[in-house]
């Protein structure tokens, strides 16, 4: 019998983690809100995250080395995600007010 091939997100390394009680149910609670699974709610984050981890990975690397612009990379890795953020927010409170504007009618 033949397997049913596998999804394209799925395909990839596998990480088994085991989390503290508070962490798990914090992520239970977000997956549950976004109508997913736990696994699957971690998997799309990281992925979404993937350049800034990546940023994160070459500044730690450039420490190791000793390269002294490691601070300077990590600086703006971490500059990034705020202004990431800052966009998010930006995006929820355009979201807010067109949600208002419809319960208003």
């Known amino acids: 019998m033949a397997k049913a091939p596998t999804p394209r997100d799925r395909v990839g390394g596998r990480v088994n983690l085991t989390l503290p009680p508070e962490v798990d149910m914090v992520l239970g609670r977000l997956a549950d809100a976004a109508g997913t699974g736990k696994a699957s709610f971690v998997r799309e984050w990281l992925v979404s995250m993937t350049p800034q981890l990546a940023q994160m990975a070459e500044a730690l690397e450039a420490a190791r080395a000793g390269q002294m612009d490691?601070?300077?990379?990590?600086?703006?890795?971490?500059?990034?995600?705020?202004?990431?953020?800052?966009?998010?927010q930006l995006e929820l409170t355009k979201l807010r007010a067109v949600v208002r504007r419809k319960s208003a009618k």
């Open 70 to 88: 490691s601070l300077s990379m990590m600086s703006k890795t971490l500059r990034g995600a705020v202004q990431g953020g800052q966009q998010a």
